[in-house]
């Protein structure tokens, strides 16, 4: 299995500030032949089910607010957002669909400071 | 808008088996592109995949679940259905149904359903 490891496990960050996530899977993720990373990333916010806000690692879903980036590639990958609003307090997960075993992080919980 | 909707007992004894089907509006859960999945949440904890079927049968399960999981398709219906036998209460959990693209991940979820294992 390849597991996924996400740092913090929570995060709190002011209004408008920039808050990171980092995700690290144990094994690359990169598929040689296309060049994709097999990463997504989800937003869940309590009562409800996660949100798809990434694909292919830096790819955003249609819809997903530019203050949402992401980066990385291989078995290290950053999801930042940029300047932190009140709606984005949530829980954040990164999720490896390279393999067909699929793996989830753990989650990392933002809040506001 | 595709639209994905759990359904199915809250309560499942330890002696019964838990089923749950996932009734697929908007879109043909035949479509070529999309494999349809199962995952499940519990209360307070991460996410974890169950298994993912495509329209033409073909399944896929989490190893660590496989001997209990069986994940069937009706596309006459445009559902799809999970069942888990010899629950204990660490299979208390929402459980999700969604739509998986290879190129994506999964884009579609339902609203989750809540199931609690308790005698």
């Known amino acids: 299995d390849i597991v996924m490891t996400q740092s913090p496990d929570s995060l709190a960050v002011s209004l408008g500030e920039r808050a990171t996530i980092n995700c690290k899977s144990s094994?690359?993720?990169?598929?040689?032949?296309?060049?994709?990373?097999?990463l997504a990333w989800y937003q869940q916010k309590p009562g409800q089910p996660p949100k798809l806000l990434i694909n292919?690692?830096?790819t955003r879903e249609s819809g997903v607010p530019d203050r949402f980036s992401a980066s990385g590639s291989g078995a290290d990958f950053a999801l930042t957002i940029s300047s932190l609003q009140a709606e984005d307090v949530a829980v954040y997960y990164c999720?490896?669909?390279?393999?067909?075993?699929?793996?989830f992080g753990q989650g990392t919980k933002v809040e506001v400071k | 808008q595709l639209q994905l909707q759990e359904s199915g007992p809250g309560l499942v004894k330890p002696s019964e088996t838990l089923s749950l089907t996932c009734t697929v509006s908007?879109?043909?859960?035949?479509?070529?592109?999309?494999?349809w999945g199962w995952i499940r949440q519990p209360p307070g904890k991460g996410l974890e995949w169950i298994g993912s079927?495509?329209?033409?049968?073909?399944?896929y399960y989490n190893p660590s679940l496989k001997s209990r999981v069986t994940i069937s398709v009706d596309t006459s219906k445009n559902h799809f259905s999970l069942r888990l036998t010899s629950r204990t209460a660490a299979d208390t959990a929402v459980y999700y149904c969604?739509?998986?693209?290879?190129?994506?991940?999964?884009?579609?979820w339902g609203q989750g359903t809540l199931v609690t294992v308790s005698s």
């Open positions: 999720q490896q669909y390279y393999t067909t075993l699929q793996t």
């Open positions: 969604a739509r998986f693209h290879v190129a994506r991940g999964f884009d579609y």
């Open positions: 094994r690359s993720v990169l598929n040689s032949s296309n060049n994709k990373n097999y």
């Open positions: 292919w690692a830096s």
């Open positions: 908007g879109g043909s859960i035949s479509s070529g592109d999309y494999y």
């Open positions: 079927i495509y329209y033409s049968g073909s399944t």
